[in-house]
């Protein structure tokens, strides 16, 4: 049975790489909003997005954060691995700047976003305790492969940190 995770990314600049990681078709996920809706619901201001995520988050069991170059700059994102560790879910993040993006390019890898989250608990980085992986490959088919492959058991060790985790 497919897992039900919520994926977070940046939105203007992964969006094309995230809907390749949906394709592959191992994982249920919220709804991607289009751009206009997206739009939409970032008119309503904060408290709207906020209320998005929380109602995204339900009957999730992993965030899964796509990193492309930006990706751990994004204050939203940031929030979104917040509200997911503190909800109890598991939170793993995946490079996927080496997926092509709609004019065929790769990016930069970017920052790990867990070291943008202190842990109340422990003081510590949440890279402490959560992944960011890296596919292995040299170029966008191998790293697609690699996600293919791996990515449910990722999920499973993200799940198994958050649940083994004692704050």
């Known amino acids: 049975m497919a897992r039900n995770v919520f994926f977070s990314f940046h939105f203007n600049n992964d969006f094309w790489r995230t809907q390749q990681v949906r394709n592959i078709g191992a994982l249920d996920g919220q709804k991607l909003y289009t751009a206009n809706e997206w739009e939409e619901v970032k008119k309503k201001g904060e408290a709207a997005i906020e209320k998005w995520i929380d109602d995204s988050l339900v009957g999730k069991s992993c965030v899964v954060v796509l990193v492309g170059s930006e990706t751990a700059s994004r204050p939203w994102v940031v929030t979104e691995i917040i509200k997911g560790w503190n909800a109890g879910k598991g939170v793993v993040a995946i490079r996927i700047n080496k ?7 790769s990016s930069a890898p970017g920052a790990n976003p867990f070291d943008k989250v202190i842990l109340k608990s422990t003081s510590l980085c949440l890279s402490n305790y959560a992944k960011l ?14 996600i293919q492959t791996n990515i449910e058991q990722w999920i499973e060790d993200a799940i198994a940190i958050r649940k083994n985790f004692k704050s």
């Open 99 to 105: 997926l092509l993006d709609t004019n065929g390019q």
């Open 133 to 146: 992986i890296t596919p292995v490959g040299a170029d966008s088919k191998a790293v697609y492969a690699s």
